[in-house]
């Protein structure tokens, strides 16, 4: 589908810059002409249809080359994000087992030894690998529900995965995010990338962005200052982003210094967005914020809140299922619970995930046989049919008998305004069995908030059993290259710091 969408693009848009990065401005004819190149040579270095091809690339214009150059071959792309430390990178490559990889010079070490490693000059477009000669390779003839595309999923907790899409679930996508105007061409505005492009939210939409003409701004590492002055300069109407960019932003004194009136909409996924979060997005750019909520699994599209959703929906909640996806909340037997009750959330839709790449057991555990995908969050469904999340199953801990669940805690403590983030760990208790620490990381590290503030202020919104038992101070919450809560890192903060303690327990 990417070939195809860029062949069109290139008749279309000709010149017109599609990435702005660091490895250079590319348009949307040279991309073309690159991923034409490419695949050639793909095809001769023995690269069959349905064979998996790895990218360990930047963002930018050559991940974009290739990645189309792999589409028009015929086979698989599986991207594989760069920040990933060495080892990281080696377990995803590992899982897929490639045909081959094609990587960047300073980004091969680490790599499985028996895996075909192809590398590229950072901005040869591939051309360093020496051209096949000829004309661009045929249709590989692909059928729609074949795979095309791998996503590695974050691996927050317990071993990552590789959820595998059709050309058919990119469809899905691209009709899902672009509604009823699915066949539109142009229109598209400047946009930030504030993800890797391996990741679902680029690597599965990257031919709509393409289809209405965007111009994707990438930065070589993401700063929040440098996120403003885009947006400035390039006057964006939208920022896309994850909510931990947006809290960087907001406390960026270039918010109050550019001019972002041309700011109009705030989309924020792939993390939750704090109630505080969200107020304050609002009032500062005075801008629509829209909060979407989906997975990797289910193809980067859920959940969202209407840019013009009350107050209580656009700040506590997650919004409704989007057009073309179904939503419930089910008990441990999939069956749907009632309205006010807390259960598991599910989706359904075309674009769900196929499964994970040659693991029939997770994917039968993640999928029900008539196609609800089992997210793991537990939510809430208002009677006015907006969902509010309630944790994760594989979060939960048990204080006294009693189940809590971080997110909970952690949504009432961001919203103090002397907690810039936070991140509840459970940790073991002779008496209760588990209880809970709060990670905070102060708004003003020298006069850091104390048990007695957080106890005394969580108080009013929660029951006494989810109330933090023990504050740590900490200067930042770890978090995963997709920007969520890495909770198994915060768990190994919180054990550092327990064994840097002195003896008598002071801190």
Known sequence: MLSDVVRASAARFGDRPVVDAPDGVLGHAELDRCADSLATTLVHRG????????????????WLVTATAIDRAGAVIAGVSP??????????????RPALVLAHPDLVDGLPLRADVA??????????LGGAGGGPPGDPGRDDAEPAVICFTSGTSGRPKAAWFTRRQLEAVRRIDLGP???????????????????????LKLPWYLQLGSTLHVMDRWRADDALELVA?????????????????????LVDE?????????????????????????????????????????????????????????????????????ARVADDRDH?????????????????????????????????????????????????????????????????????????VEAVLSSLPEVRDVVIVPEADDVMGERGVALVVPADPDDPPGLERLREFAATRLASHKLPEDVVQVDAVPLTSAQKVDRAAAERLLSLHREDRPADGTR
């Open 47 to 62: 690269v069959r249809p349905g064979d998996v091809v790895a990218i360990v690339l930047r963002s930018g214009a050559d």
């Open 83 to 96: 920040v990933l430390s060495p080892p990281e990178r080696a377990t995803l490559v590992d899982l897929v």
């Open 119 to 128: 590398v590229l000059d950072p901005g040869g477009r591939g051309a360093e």
């Open 181 to 203: 105007a699915e066949h539109r061409w142009g229109g598209g505005a400047p946009m930030l990338a504030s993800t890797q492009f391996a990741h679902v939210g680029m690597a």
């Open 233 to 253: 300069h390039h006057r964006m109407p939208t920022i896309g982003v994850v909510a931990p960019q947006l809290a960087l932003m907001l406390r960026s004194p």
């Open 258 to 326: 550019l001019d972002l009136s041309c700011v109009t909409t705030i989309i924020a996924g792939g993390a939750a967005s704090p109630p505080a979060l969200v107020e304050q997005a609002r009032s500062t750019f005075g801008a629509a914020y829209s909060i979407r909520y989906s997975s990797t699994e289910s193809g980067g599209v859920g959940l969202a809140t209407s840019p013009d959703a009350d107050d209580h929906e656009a700040v506590h909640t997650v919004g409704r299922p989007r057009p073309g996806v179904e």
């Open 336 to 408: 749907e619970v009632p309205d006010g009750e807390v259960g598991e959330l599910q989706l359904r839709s075309a674009a769900v995930m196929s499964g994970y790449w040659q693991d029939p057991d997770e994917t039968a555990a993640a999928l029900t046989p008539d196609g609800w995908l089992r997210t793991g969050d537990l939510a809430v469904r208002e009677p006015t049919g907006a969902v509010r999340l309630a944790g994760r199953r594989t979060e939960m801990y048990l204080r006294g008998g009693y189940n809590v669940f971080p997110s909970e």
